[in-house]
């Protein structure tokens, strides 16, 4: 059973382009939350989200940055227009509920490291 | 809102001493504590979590953390540390109706021959 799958591993991109990540739940996860973890510090929030339905976005920043979780196919953090600063390691973890139900925990990739030059 | 509030960003121990890894909360109603571990270029691995119930839990790898609400610590500790326990540890809280963790900054521990 694999676990959260997340590519690219590793993405370099220019000012202004934009940026795709993917995540692939664990099997029977119908829950996806992405976190990005800048440089020395720990993991934001940044948005959870169930199959075509965006739950909470609160953490995700107001402009250039969407995710999407269609009914089929993984889960796609976007960014678009990237600036230096986006430039951290973004983590996607799932579960098979919400976390509400506090009996559940996450399971997180391995993250993609973003690098924005 | 909640909070976390991990303090020292670097520990460093010799191998078989006490590991202890302080972690604060602030929330506003019972919460859900977790310990995770990061390995370099690695995503975050669970060690432990309270929910309910008994406030000494005990995860993997030999660690265990206690729930004090009165002094809204979630501590983590391990009898004799091991070179293999070097990472980063991350402190995380989660409200009961909420469905995101609010992570501490990390503890880089350091283990020592």
Same mark, same amino acid.
């Given at each position: 059973?694999?676990?959260? /799958? ?19 739940? /664990? ?14 510090? #720990?993991?934001?929030? /940044? ?11 609160? #953490? /995700? ?11 089929? #196919?993984?889960?796609? !953090? ?38 924005? !030059? | 809102?909640? =909070?976390?509030?991990?303090?020292? @960003?670097?520990? @460093? ?13 602030? =929330? ?22 309270? *929910? ?16 004090? %609400? ?7 500790? %391990?009898?004799?540390?091991?070179? @293999? ?8 809280? @989660? ?6 963790? *609010?992570?501490? *900054?990390? *503890?880089?521990? %350091?283990?020592?021959?």
């Amino acid at each position: 059973n694999a676990g959260v /799958m997340q590519n690219p591993r590793h993405l370099v991109r220019r000012r202004g382009q934009e940026a795709r990540l993917r995540c692939s739940p /664990m099997k029977g996860h119908s829950h996806v939350y992405w976190y990005r973890q800048l440089p020395e510090e #720990g993991l934001k929030f /940044m948005v959870y989200l169930q199959k075509e339905n965006i739950i909470d976005e609160s #953490g /995700m920043p107001k402009e250039r940055f969407s995710a999407e979780f269609p009914k089929e #196919g993984p889960s796609i !953090l976007r960014i678009q227009q990237v600036v230096r600063g986006d430039s951290a390691a973004y983590f996607c973890a799932s579960s098979p509920t919400g976390l509400g139900s506090g009996a559940n925990v996450l399971t997180f990739g391995a993250g993609s490291r973003l690098t924005v !030059l | 809102a909640q =909070s976390v509030t991990q303090l020292g @960003s670097h520990v @460093s121990v010799s191998e078989g001493a006490l590991v202890l890894l302080r972690c604060n909360y602030s =929330s506003s109603v019972p919460p859900y504590l977790f310990w995770y571990v990061q390995y370099p270029n690695q995503g975050l691995q669970l060690l432990l979590k309270y *929910t309910t119930g008994a406030t000494l839990v005990k995860g993997i790898n030999g660690f265990e953390a206690e729930f004090k %609400k009165s002094e809204t610590s979630f501590h983590l500790t %391990k009898p004799s540390a091991h070179m @293999s326990d070097a990472a980063e540890y991350f402190c995380a809280v @989660s409200d009961r109706a909420g469905n995101k963790l *609010t992570f501490g *900054t990390g *503890t880089q521990l %350091k283990v020592e021959l």
